[in-house]
C-alpha cells in the first residue's frame, strides 16, 4: 500500500531544510581556516590532553563510497519537521561493525565493496528467492519516505529515506502458516568489516548482527526496506546496500546491510537484547514512559543544524509519534513488560 | 629555576586552555561533529580525566627520577582536572538536558552512573578549595589526609566511566585498571601512615 493520503504521523506544513544554511556556514568557517588553525593547535598539543580529541578537530571526512542517483516517487505529503542535515546523517552513526565512536563508520566505511551482494529471502515460505545487488533497486517500485529516526541514547533525526515497503519483499515469497515471525541478519565479513575481526574495535557484540520482527509488525505498512536516502544510494556507513527502517522502534532495530531475511516459527534472537536483556527488549518499541536503566527515554534531543545552544529537547512521543499507525498491534501487550 | 617553572607552568596553561578554547568555538559554530554536545561532554569528560591522572603520576615520577620541577605544577594540573569536570557538568546540564532542573536532579539521583560522577566531582570540588596555599597552612597534617580523598576520586570517575558505556568496555577498563595501578603504587605510603595512626 502506498500511503497517499496524509497519515496521521505526517504533518502538512511546508518542508523546511536547513540543509543549506548549515553548508553556507560550513562553508564560511571553512575559509577562514578555522579548521586548519584548530588542527595546528592540536597537533601541537600532547594527545594525553584531550584523549581522543584529536579526530575533533579534523575537517570533515572525504566520503569516496560510491553512491548513485535513484529513481523514485517523492514524498507527497510534506513532514513539517526540520530535515537532518545529510551532513549530519552520514556522519553520526551506530554501525558497530565499522567501530564504536559515532564517527568511526564514516572514517572506516568507505573502501566496504557492497558489489555482488546477495539477499536472500527464506525460511517458512513457498517462493524463497535470492536480490542481488542491481534487484534491490529495480525489482520494486521506490518511493520517498520522511521518518523520524530515536535512537535508543535519546537522540533523534529526521531523514529522508528511499525505499520500498518490507511487506512488499515478504509477500513475493508467499510466506506459510509457521512464519510468525521475521528474522534478519547483517553480513559478516571481517575483513570488510574492522569491528567484526576486532573485540575492541566491535565493542564486545557478537556478530553478526540479528534483529527480529513479529510477523504482523513487519508485515505493517511503515516498515520501510530503505536503499537510499537524500535520494541517492545509502552511504556504507548508514547500511548500504539494503537496510530496515522501523520508526517506530528504537534504532538499533532498524538493522543495516542485510545479507539474510528468514520467516521462522519462534522468537528470532536480536542482538542488543542477547547483548543486555535487561537494558533491550525485544520490541523496543519508542516508549516514553519506560526508561532505559541508565537514562530517562522521557526527551530526546533532535539534531539538526545549530550549535551547542541549539535548543533541541523535545518530548519523547509514544511510537516515536506513530502510535496512529502501530499501536493497534500492541493491544493486549503489557508494553512495561515487553519493553 | 624560577624561569624553568614559569614557562613549564606557561606551557600547562595553554595546553590545558588552547584545546579547551578551540573545541568550545567548533561546538558553539556546530563543526564538533553531528552532534556538538554529546561531542563536549565525552571532551570534557576525558579531558578531566587524563589530567586527574597526570597529576597523579607526577608525585611517583618526580620522586622516581629526582625532578622538583614536577611537583611545583602538580596544583595547577589538578585544578585544570577540577575545571574540565566542573565544564563536564556544566555542559550536560546546560546543553542535555537543557536547564530541565528536575530531569537533572533526577538522572542525579536515579542513575548510578551520574550519581558516582557527582560524588567524585564535589571531592575534586573539595581538594579544589583546599588547594588555596592559606588554607593549606591552616589545616596543617590533615590538609594530607584531605587530600588522600583525590584516590577515591580517580575510582569514583573510573566506575562513572565504565558504567556510562553501552558495551564497548575496553577504554574505561583501561582507564580503571591505571587508576588501580596508581592507587597501587602509592600503597606503601598508605601503609606507613595507618601503622603510625
Ligand atoms: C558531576 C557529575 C557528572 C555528570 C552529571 C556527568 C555526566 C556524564 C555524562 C552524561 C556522560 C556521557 C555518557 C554517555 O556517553 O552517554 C559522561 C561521561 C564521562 N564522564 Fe562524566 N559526569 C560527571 C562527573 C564526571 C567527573 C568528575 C569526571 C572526571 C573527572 C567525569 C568523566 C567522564 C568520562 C571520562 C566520561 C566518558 C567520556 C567518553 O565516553 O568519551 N565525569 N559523564
Known amino acids: 500500500m502506498l500511503i497517499k493520503s496524509p497519515a496521521k504521523s505526517s504533518l502538512k506544513e511546508h518542508q523546511v531544510t536547513d540543509e543549506s544554511v548549515y553548508l553556507q556556514r560550513r562553508q564560511l568557517v571553512k575559509k577562514m581556516g578555522f579548521i586548519g588553525a584548530g588542527t595546528l593547535i592540536a597537533s601541537a598539543i600532547p594527545s594525553v590532553v584531550h584523549g581522543k580529541g584529536l579526530d575533533f578537530f579534523s575537517s570533515e571526512p572525504t566520503q569516496t563510497f560510491q553512491r548513485y542517483p535513484l529513481n523514485f516517487t517523492a514524498n507527497s505529503t510534506n513532514n513539517a519537521q526540520v530535515l537532518t542535515p545529510e551532513a549530519k546523517v552520514t556522519s553520526h552513526n551506530n554501525f558497530y561493525e565499522f567501530g564504536t565512536n559515532k564517527s568511526d563508520p564514516v572514517n572506516n566505511a568507505q573502501s566496504f565493496n557492497v558489489n555482488p551482494w546477495k539477499l536472500t529471502i527464506s525460511g517458512e515460505c513457498d517462493k524463497p528467492y535470492t536480490l542481488d545487488l542491481d534487484a534491490l533497486t529495480k525489482s520494486f517500485v521506490l518511493e520517498e519516505r520522511i521518518y523520524r529516526l530515536r535512537c535508543v541514547e535519546a537522540w533523534s533525526m529526521v531523514i529522508p529515506w528511499v525505499g520500498f515497503e518490507l511487506a512488499t519483499l515478504l509477500k513475493k515469497a508467499q510466506p506459510n502458516s509457521r512464519a510468525k515471525y521475521v528474522a534478519f541478519e547483517t553480513l559478516y565479513d571481517p575483513e570488510q568489516m574492522p569491528g567484526q575481526a576486532s573485540r575492541r574495535l566491535g565493542g564486545g557484540v557478537d556478530y553478526p548482527y540479528v534483529e527480529g520482527l513479529r510477523i504482523d509488525e513487519a508485515m505493517n505498512p511503515l516498515a520501510l526496506m530503505s536503499v537510499g536516502l537524500y535520494g541517492k544510494t545509502l552511504p556504507a556507513q548508514n547500511g548500504a546496500p539494503i537496510r530496515l527502517v522501523v520508526p517506530w522502534k528504537y534504532g538499533f532495530k532498524s538493522i543495516k546491510s542485510i545479507v539474510a531475511i528468514k520467516f521462522v516459527e519462534h522468537p528470532p534472537a536480536s542482538t542488543w537484547n542477547i547483548l543486555a536483556p535487561s537494558e533491550y527488549g525485544f520490541y523496543a518499541n519508542v516508549n516514553p514512559n519506560v526508561d532505559h536503566p541508565r537514562w530517562s527515554q522521557a526527551s530526546e534531543r533532535r539534531i539538526t543544524s545549530g550549535g551547542l545552544f541549539a535548543r533541541n529537547r523535545i518530548d519523547t512521543l509514544p511510537f516515536n509519534g506513530y502510535g496512529g499507525e502501530v499501536a493497534e498491534m500492541y493491544r493486549d501487550l503489557d508494553l512495561r513488560k515487553n519493553f | ?197
Do not use: C
Open chain 2, 1 to 197: 629555576m624560577k624561569y624553568n617553572v614559569f614557562f613549564f607552568k606557561l606551557f600547562i596553561h595553554l595546553a590545558a586552555l588552547l584545546p579547551l578554547v578551540n573545541a568550545y568555538y567548533l561546538a558553539f559554530t556546530d563543526q564538533l561533529g553531528a552532534d556538538p554536545v554529546e561531542a563536549i561532554i565525552h571532551f570534557t569528560g576525558i579531558g578531566a580525566f587524563n589530567l586527574l591522572l597526570l597529576s597523579l603520576v607526577i608525585t611517583p615520577i618526580s620522586k622516581r627520577f629526582k625532578i622538583s620541577l614536577l611537583v611545583k605544577v602538580r596544583r595547577l594540573v589538578g585544578l585544570y582536572s577540577f575545571t574540565y569536570a566542573l565544564l563536564h557538568l556544566t555542559n550536560f546540564l546546560v546543553f542535555e538536558v537543557q536547564f530541565d532542573w528536575l530531569l537533572f536532579l533526577n538522572e542525579i539521583i536515579d542513575r548510578p552512573y551520574i550519581t558516582i560522577g557527582m560524588a567524585g566531582l564535589l571531592i575534586l570540588l573539595t581538594l579544589a578549595i583546599t588547594s588555596i596555599s592559606a588554607l593549606k597552612k591552616r589545616m596543617g597534617k590533615n590538609w594530607q589526609k584531605l587530600h588522600n580523598w583525590v584516590y577515591l576520586a580517580v575510582i569514583f570517575v573510573g566506575i562513572h566511566f565504565y558504567w556510562s558505556v553501552k558495551s564497548d568496555i575496553i577504554e574505561p577498563s583501561i582507564y580503571l585498571f591505571i587508576s588501580i595501578t596508581l592507587l597501587a603504587l602509592r600503597f606503601e605510603k598508605f601503609k606507613k601512615r595507618i601503622k603510625k595512626s
